[in-house]
C-alpha cells in the first residue's frame, strides 16, 4: 500500500516551490499526498525563519503532533527548510519527538533520510555548512539547488509555476536570516533553466515566475568570458513556445540594471511588473540595515524603471520599527509610500533574528505597540495609494490570465454555470469577474469597472468568453498571495490556531 504524505508549507516562494518539488520526488518514490495529517506515514513542515512569528506557528504545530507521535511511534516527524537550517539541535530539543531536520540544501536527500529512519529507528540530520565555518567553495557545495524533475499535479495551477534560477543571498541585510539559512548566492546555469522552462511549457504551463532572493542579482560565468544576466536569461526563454507570461521576483534596488529594464520593456510577453523592496525612506535606517542605497537612489531608481518601461507597476516591501527607527525616520518612510505609487506594500513588523548582524549590534528598541501602529498607518497610506492605483484604470479593458474560481467562489461551491473567478493581467492586479471555470488557463480582455484597494472588477469582454454582465458578488478577501514571508498553506489543519 502506498505511504501517506502530508505536508505543511510556510513562507515564501521558494518554499512553496521547494514543497512542490519534495511532493513530486516522494510520489516517485511511491507516496501518495493526503490531507489529513493525522492518517498520514510521513508528516512534514517546510518552516521559514525570517520572522519569529513564522516559527511559533511551527513549534505549535509540532507541539499538537506529540501525543500523536508517542501514540504512533512510527510515524515519521520532519522538520524541513530555513528553520532546520538554522535552528538544527535546538528544533530537536524544543520537540524531541521531531525525526528529520533537513535544512534547504540537503533536501535531495529528503527519501533516504526517511528510509534511514524507518531502519534505524534514529533521527536524521541534514544540514548545509555555517557561512562562517568553511570556505565559501565548501559552504556552496553544502547547499546544493534543490530541481528535481517536476511533476504538474503538485503545482497549485497547472499553468502556472515557479522556476528557481538562484539560491542563496549575498547581500546581508543586517535584519535578514536568508543569507544564514539559504547560503551563498549562486545562480542556476541557463541551459539548465531554459530546458525546465520548455518542460513547464510541454506540460501546458502558461506563465512561469523565476525566483530568487535577489532575483536580478542572476549572473552566470558561461566559461567562454561570456556572462549571462537575467536580461539575457529573459532573452534566452523568451521563445519557449506556450509561454506566455514571464515574471521575475524579488529585485534588489541596487542591481536594477537598464539592461533588465529595456528587456523587459522589449519582451512584452515579459510582465511590466516589479517587485522591488525598498523596506525604509529613511537613509539612518537603511544605513543600520546595509541595503546600501539611499531613498534618493532608490527614487530614482524607480523614476528609471517608469522611464524606461512605460506603464510598470511595482510593488515593495517595508519593515517598521527597526532599530533606532524615530518617529521622524518613520515619517520618511510614509512621505515615500504616499509619493511612490506603489501598486501594494507588504509591511512587517521588525522581528529580530539571532544570527544577524542587526541582531548582534543594535538593540530591539521600538515597542511591539509602537511597531504596531507604524504598520497599521503605513498600511492605511499604502491603502490609499492602492486606490487610487486601481481606480486610475477604471475604464480600462485588460488582459487577464484567468487563475481560477476565487475564493468566494470556492466557498460557495456552486454546482454549474457562471461563477466568481479571479487572474492577474500582466501588471500583476488581481481582476475578479464572472465567468464560466473553464475560462482558467485562458487569456481574456476585462473591462474594468469597479474598484477597490486590492481588487479590480470588471466583465468579460473577449469572443470565447460567456461573459455577461452579473450582479455583483459578495467582494472577495484581499489577496493572499505574498511575495516573501507570509504563510502559504498546500494544507491547513495543524497551523492553523
Ligand atoms: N523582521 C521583519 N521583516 C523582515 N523581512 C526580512 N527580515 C525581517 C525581519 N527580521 C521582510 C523584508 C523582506 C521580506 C521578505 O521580509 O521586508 O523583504
Ligand atoms: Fe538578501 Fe533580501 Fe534578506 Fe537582504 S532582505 S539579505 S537582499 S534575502
Redesign the pocket.
Known amino acids: 500500500m502506498a505511504k501517506k504524505l502530508y505536508i505543511e508549507t510556510v513562507g515564501c516562494q521558494m518554499n512553496v516551490l521547494d514543497s512542490e518539488l519534495v511532493v513530486g520526488s516522494l510520489r516517485r518514490h511511491g507516496y501518495q499526498l493526503i490531507h489529513d495529517p493525522m492518517e498520514a506515514d510521513v508528516i512534514l513542515f517546510n518552516t521559514c525563519s525570517v520572522r519569529q512569528h513564522a516559527e511559533d506557528k511551527i513549534y505549535s504545530a509540532l507541539g499538537k503532533l506529540r501525543g500523536h507521535k508517542q501514540r504512533h511511534p512510527s510515524k515519521i516527524v520532519g522538520v524541513l527548510g530555513c528553520m532546520a537550517q538554522k535552528d538544527q539541535e535546538l528544533v530537536r530539543r524544543r520537540a524531541p519527538h521531531v525525526d528529520i531536520v533537513c535544512g534547504t540544501g540537503q533536501l535531495a536527500r529528503l527519501h533516504e533520510l526517511i528510509e534511514e529512519v524507518e531502519r534505524t529507528g534514529k533521527p536524521q540530520l541534514a544540514l548545509s555548512l555555517d557561512r562562517k565555518g568553511a570556505s565559501r567553495p565548501e559552504v556552496e557545495r553544502s547547499f546544493e539547488s534543490y530541481d528535481p524533475l517536476r511533476d504538474p499535479s503538485m503545482r497549485p495551477s497547472r499553468f502556472q509555476a515557479y522556476v528557481r534560477i538562484m539560491i542563496g543571498?549575498d547581500?546581508?541585510?543586517t535584519?535578514?536570516i536568508?543569507?544564514q539559512v539559504r547560503g551563498p548566492e549562486q545562480s542556476r546555469h541557463p541551459e539548465q533553466i531554459a530546458a525546465e522552462v520548455r518542460q513547464l511549457a510541454d506540460e501546458g504551463c502558461k506563465e512561469v515566475t523565476l525566483l530568487g532572493?535577489?532575483v536580478n542579482s542572476y549572473k552566470y560565468d558561461l566559461g567562454d568570458g561570456r556572462r549571462c544576466h537575467l536580461s539575457d536569461l529573459l532573452a534566452r526563454i523568451y521563445d519557449t513556445a506556450g509561454v506566455e507570461r514571464i515574471k521575475f521576483i524579488?529585485n534588489?534596488p541596487r542591481d536594477m540594471s537598464d539592461d533588465l529594464l529595456d528587456a523587459v520593456r522589449e519582451l512584452p510577453k515579459v510582465s511590466p511588473y516589479l517587485h522591488v523592496?525598498a523596506q525604509s525612506g529613511c537613509n539612518d535606517v537603511l544605513k543600520r540595515m546595509k541595503r546600501v542605497y539611499t531613498v534618493e537612489y532608490y527614487r530614482e531608481m524607480l523614476a528609471r524603471c517608469r522611464e524606461r518601461v512605460p506603464g510598470v507597476s511595482v510593488s515593495s516591501d517595508f519593515i517598521v520599527g527597526f532599530c533606532g527607527e524615530t518617529e521622524e525616520s518613520f515619517q520618511r518612510t510614509c512621505d515615500l509610500v504616499a509619493s511612490a505609487g506603489f501598486k501594494n506594500s507588504y509591511i512587517f513588523k521588525y522581528s529580530p533574528r539571532p544570527g544577524t548582524k542587526g541582531d548582534e549590534l543594535f538593540a530591539d528598541d521600538i515597542s511591539e505597540e509602537v511597531k504596531k501602529r507604524r504598520n497599521n498607518d503605513l498600511l492605511a497610506i499604502q491603502n490609499k495609494v492602492s486606490l487610487a492605483d486601481h481606480q486610475k484604470r477604471v475604464g480600462e479593458t485588460v488582459e487577464v490570465l484567468v487563475e481560477g474560481p476565487s475564493k468566494t467562489a470556492l466557498k460557495q461551491h456552486q454546482a454549474s454555470g457562471p461563477i466568481q473567478l479571479t487572474g492577474r493581467t500582466p501588471t500583476d492586479h488581481i481582476v475578479v469577474f464572472e465567468g464560466n471555470e473553464r475560462l482558467a488557463g485562458r487569456t481574456v480582455q476585462v473591462a474594468i469597472e469597479e474598484a477597490t484597494a486590492f481588487t479590480l472588477f470588471g466583465t468579460v469582454v473577449t469572443r470565447e468568453s460567456i461573459g455577461v454582465a452579473m450582479p455583483r458578488g459578495p467582494v472577495p478577501e484581499p489577496p493572499h498571495e505574498r511575495t516573501s514571508g507570509e504563510t502559504h498553506r498546500i494544507s491547513l489543519p495543524l497551523l492553523m490556531a
Open positions: 543571498c547581500k546581508f541585510c535584519y535578514c536568508v543569507p532572493q535577489t524579488t534588489f523592496p
